[in-house]
C-alpha cells in the first residue's frame, strides 16, 4: 500500500515533469479536451436553463391542482369526440363545492371557476393589447402560486358583489404606469373602468412561449357582466393532500359525473387535467432536446479524447528506453502502466479545468449579454465535468499505457 | 596478473544447463545452447565474447531480464526461470544493480532522483530514500553533483550516478553491460578503478565485455562462444584469450 502511494506520487512528479519539458505539445492536446468540455458544460448549462425554465413555468399550475376543462392536455387524436362535448360552465363550481362539503374525508378542499377573454387594457392615453381577462372568485388566490409586487387581492365582498376592481401582472402595470403606482388607479377594459387594487409579481414567460404577467383578474360578476354572457369556464379544484391526486382525480371525476347527471353507461364529456400529466407530455421532448444536445457536444469531447490518446501513444514510444530502464530497476508492469495513466488523466483534467473556467466565464457574459437566456451554472456540472475529464483521461489513455505496461525490457532497453 | 586470492561468499547464481532459442520468421536461433554457470557473493568475474557468441543473452538471464527456454536458473536458492514478470521485477528491484553502456539516467531528473529510483520502487519512505542516494552518491564520488541534471555531469559523472544507482539498494550482484563503452579510455580507467574499490568493499560484480583490457581487471573470466562457455578460470590469460578470440 506504501509503496502504491510513492509510485503514485512519482507518476504525478513525472507527469508534471513531462508536461513541462513538453509544453507546446501538451498544451495543444490539452485544447482538444478544452474545447471539449466548454461544449459540453456551455451545454449542460442551457440544459440546466432549460428544466428550469420549464420547471418554473410548469409551477405556475400548481402540483396540487386538478383543472377541469373540456379539453384533455395531451395531444389527441380523435379531437372530433372532444369538440362537441358540452362547455364547461362555471356554475359547476357552486355544485362541485356543496357536494364537497357534504361528502366527509373528502380529497377535495375547493373548486373554483374561472373563466377568460382576451382584450386590451387602457389608461390615459396607453394601452396595452391582447391582455389575458380573468374573471374569477376571491378564493382563487389559494391555488394561485403568484406573489404581490403591491396591493393585495379583491376580497370575497368585492368578489360576490361584483365590483368594478382588478389585478393586473407586471407587464400591464409596467407599460401603463411605468413610474406611479398603478394602485387605486382606474383602468379601461371594454370602456368599462375598473379600480387597480394589487399588482402580481413577475412571473416570467411559459415555456418562453407567451409571457405570464399579461393578465387581468377580476370577479366573476363584473366579467360575466361585461365580457360575455355565457358562462364557459375553466374549474380549478384544490385537493387537501397531494400525495392523493390519484384519488382526489378519482373523487373529483364522480363528482362531475353527478353533476353532469351522466348516467353509469356514458363516458365522461369532460377532462380532468393536473401539472403531471401535462409534465409527462412535454417531458419527453425536453429529454431529447437534452440528449441530442450532450451526443453533438460530446462529439467534440471524444476527438479531445482521442488526441490524447494519440499523444500518449506517441510519449509511449519516445520513451521505450525510459520504460526498459525503470523496468530493469524494478518498476512492475501496474508501476508502468499508472504512470501513463496518471500521464493521460494529469492532462485531461488540465484540459478539464482550463475549459470549465472557460464555461464559467462565457456563462458569466452570457447572462449579462441576455439576462433572458436560460443558464444554469451548477457544482454539481463541476463535479461531472471533472469526473468526465478523468474518466476521458483514464478511457484514452489506457490503450497506450497498457503497451507500454506489456513492452518486453529486454526489447525496450535495446531500443534507440 | 591478478588471482582470485580472497575465499568466496555462498552460491548467488547457479545456473544448470539453460538455452535460450528465439524465433526470427521461420528460423530458430538458439542464443544459448547448454551453459552452466555458478557465481558466488564477493566474485568479481568478466563475461567475454565476440559479438554473436550468446554474451547479451546470458546476460539478460542473469540480470532476470528474460526467462530460458530450458534449464535451471536459481538466483540466492529462489527458482527464476518460472518466475512471473512482478517476481522478476521484484529481484530485479532488491538483488541486481545495473550498469548499462548508455548509462540510461532519466534525462530530466537530477542525480539524486535518478538514484532515488529504484528505492521509489521498493516502496521505501522519501527520508530514508534521500539519506540512502545522498550516501552512495558520496560514496562515488558525486556528494557535490547531487541536484545536478545528466546533461549538466560528464560522461564519467554519468557513469558514476548509474552506479550509485546500482549500489543504491545494497544488490547481490551488480550486473555492468560494457560500462566503460561510451566513454574514453581515461575515464573508463576511473570506472575501473570505481568497481575495483566496489569489489574491494565486498561487492559482488558481474561484467559484461567484448575489451580485454576492461575484463582484465575481473578475477575469473568466462569466454562464450557460439552459446555455449569455452572457458571459464580464474584470473586473466591473455595468451589463452588472445587465442579463443582470433580463432577463425
Given at each position: ?39 459540453v ?6 440544459i ?16 396540487d ?41 373528502s ?6 371557476p ?17 391582455v ?46 411605468p ?5 387605486d ?11 387597480i ?5 413577475r ?18 360578476p ?9 358562462s ?25 359525473r ?18 403531471q ?15 441530442a ?68 466565464a ?17 457544482t ?18 489506457f ?18 | ?8 561468499g ?6 544448470e ?15 544459448l ?20 557468441s ?7 538471464m ?42 540510461n ?18 516502496g ?11 550516501h ?5 564520488g558525486?556528494?557535490?553533483?547531487m ?34 563503452g ?67
Amino acid at each position: 500500500m506504501r509503496r502504491f502511494l510513492y509510485e503514485l506520487s512519482e507518476s504525478w512528479k513525472i507527469a508534471a515533469s513531462q508536461m513541462r519539458s513538453n509544453l507546446t505539445r501538451s498544451a495543444l492536446t490539452a485544447l482538444g479536451v478544452i474545447i471539449g468540455i466548454v461544449a459540453v458544460t456551455l451545454m449542460g448549462t442551457a440544459i440546466g436553463g432549460i428544466q428550469v425554465g420549464f420547471d418554473k413555468s410548469m409551477s405556475i399550475f400548481g402540483d396540487d391542482v386538478l383543472y377541469v376543462g373540456q379539453w384533455p392536455w395531451r395531444k389527441v387524436d380523435d379531437w372530433w369526440n372532444y369538440r362537441d362535448r358540452k362547455k364547461i360552465k362555471t356554475e359547476y363550481a357552486d355544485a362541485l363545492n356543496r357536494m364537497i362539503a357534504m361528502t366527509p374525508n373528502s380529497n377535495l378542499m375547493i373548486a373554483i371557476p374561472t373563466s377568460s377573454v382576451i382584450r386590451s387594457v387602457k389608461y390615459a392615453d396607453s394601452e396595452v393589447s391582447n391582455v389575458l381577462v380573468r374573471g374569477t372568485v376571491s378564493d382563487y388566490i389559494i391555488t394561485s402560486t403568484f406573489d404581490f409586487k403591491e396591493g393585495r387581492f379583491f376580497n370575497d365582498l368585492e368578489s360576490r358583489g361584483g365590483a368594478n376592481v382588478c389585478v393586473v401582472g407586471y407587464d400591464v402595470a409596467d407599460a401603463l404606469f411605468p413610474s406611479a403606482s398603478p394602485i387605486d388607479k382606474s383602468v379601461l377594459i371594454n370602456g368599462q373602468p375598473f379600480k387597480i387594487v394589487g399588482v402580481i409579481a413577475r412571473q416570467g414567460s411559459f415555456l418562453g412561449l407567451f409571457s405570464l404577467d399579461s393578465i387581468v383578474v377580476m370577479p366573476l360578476p363584473a366579467f360575466q357582466k361585461y365580457f360575455t354572457a355565457k358562462s364557459e369556464a375553466d374549474i380549478l379544484v384544490k385537493v387537501k393532500d397531494k400525495t392523493k391526486l390519484a384519488e382526489a382525480k378519482d373523487e373529483l371525476g364522480g363528482l362531475m359525473r353527478r353533476v353532469r347527471g351522466l348516467p353509469p353507461e356514458k363516458k365522461d364529456d369532460f377532462s380532468i387535467n393536473e401539472q403531471q400529466a401535462l409534465k409527462s407530455t412535454l417531458d419527453p421532448i425536453k429529454n431529447s432536446i437534452a440528449v441530442a444536445g450532450l451526443f453533438i457536444t460530446g462529439l467534440s469531447l471524444f476527438v479531445g479524447a482521442i488526441g490524447i490518446m494519440n499523444i500518449t501513444f506517441v510519449s509511449v514510444k519516445e520513451r521505450t528506453k525510459e520504460i526498459g530502464t525503470r523496468k530493469a530497476l524494478g518498476a512492475r508492469r501496474r508501476t508502468i502502466l499508472l504512470q501513463f495513466l496518471i500521464e493521460s488523466t494529469a492532462l485531461c483534467l488540465l484540459g478539464g479545468i482550463i475549459g470549465l473556467g472557460f464555461a464559467f466565464a462565457m456563462c458569466f457574459l452570457i447572462g449579462i449579454a441576455f439576462p433572458s437566456f436560460p443558464t444554469q451554472f451548477s457544482t454539481g456540472l463541476v463535479v461531472i465535468s471533472m469526473v468526465v475529464s478523468v474518466m476521458t483521461g483514464l478511457i484514452s489513455g489506457f490503450a497506450p499505457a497498457w503497451t507500454a505496461s506489456r513492452l518486453d525490457p529486454v526489447t525496450a532497453l535495446r531500443y534507440e | 596478473m591478478v588471482t582470485s586470492t580472497r575465499p568466496v561468499g555462498p552460491l548467488v547464481i547457479d545456473i544448470e544447463n539453460i538455452t535460450k532459442d528465439y524465433v526470427m520468421g521461420e528460423e530458430t536461433v538458439h542464443a544459448l545452447r547448454g551453459v552452466s554457470l555458478q557465481i558466488h557473493k564477493t566474485e568479481y568475474i568478466a563475461i567475454m565474447g565476440p559479438s554473436g557468441s550468446g554474451k547479451s543473452t546470458l546476460m539478460n538471464m542473469l540480470g532476470c531480464l528474460d526467462t530460458p527456454t530450458s534449464g535451471r536458473y536459481e538466483f540466492n536458492g529462489k527458482n527464476v526461470a518460472e518466475m512471473n514478470d512482478d517476481e522478476l521485477a521484484a529481484i530485479r528491484n532488491r538483488e541486481i544493480g545495473f550498469v548499462f553502456q548508455t548509462f540510461n539516467l532519466l534525462p530530466r531528473s537530477t542525480s539524486l532522483r535518478n538514484v532515488e529510483l529504484p528505492l521509489i520502487y521498493a516502496g521505501i519512505d522519501p527520508d530514508t530514500r534521500e539519506e540512502m542516494a545522498t550516501h552512495v552518491l558520496h560514496e562515488v564520488g558525486l556528494g557535490d553533483r547531487m541536484n545536478h541534471k545528466p546533461n549538466e555531469l560528464s560522461g564519467g559523472q554519468r557513469q558514476r550516478v548509474a552506479v550509485a544507482r546500482a549500489l543504491v539498494n545494497k544488490p547481490s550482484i551488480i550486473l555492468a553491460d560494457e560500462p566503460t563503452g561510451n566513454l574514453d579510455s581515461k575515464t573508463g580507467e576511473e570506472i575501473m578503478a570505481l568497481f575495483e574499490d566496489l569489489y574491494q568493499r565486498g561487492n559482488t560484480i558481474i561484467l559484461v565485455t567484448h575489451e580485454r583490457d576492461i575484463a582484465v581487471h575481473a578475477r575469473r573470466t568466462v569466454h562464450l562462444r557460439d552459446g555455449l562457455i569455452e572457458t571459464d578460470h580464474a584470473g586473466f590469460i591473455p595468451e589463452l584469450d588472445l587465442v579463443a578470440l582470433e580463432r577463425p
